[in-house]
């Protein structure tokens, strides 16, 4: 059984930094691509960013430079170190897990991210 398990939301300042963790169990973690994407409420879910199983990343234009992923293949786990946080970052940020197949993504129960003064 796939689980992917997100940590580390919660409710930070505009400028402040948060870590977010994703925890995955049941797949080849090392061979996936794996991803964060993130949903604001009335708007539909888009891409944070992503790494390839060979470590290249990929950045949303809004958070380039702000925002930095990486995955620890012993641990199974991926991170997103947020920066500079705004309150346009608030939204429930989501785990994905792309297999090399491209067929079949798995995704984490999602953890809010609330941005505010």
């Known amino acids: 059984q796939v689980q992917l398990v997100e940590s580390g939301g919660g409710l930070v300042q505009p400028g402040g930094s948060l870590r977010l963790s994703c925890a995955a169990s049941?797949?080849?973690?090392?061979?996936?691509?794996m991803g964060w994407y993130r949903q604001a409420p009335g708007k539909q879910r888009e891409l944070v960013a992503h790494i390839t199983s060979g470590r290249s990343t990929n950045y949303a234009d809004s958070v380039q430079g702000r925002f930095f992923i990486s995955r620890d293949n012993a641990k199974n786990t991926m991170y997103l170190q947020m920066n500079s946080l705004k309150p346009e970052d608030t939204a429930v940020y989501y785990c994905?897990?792309?297999?090399?197949?491209?067929?079949?993504?798995?995704w984490g129960q999602g953890t809010q991210v609330t941005v505010s003064s």
């Open positions: 049941g797949i080849i973690f090392s061979i996936y691509r």
């Open positions: 994905n897990a792309h297999p090399p197949s491209g067929l079949g993504d798995y």
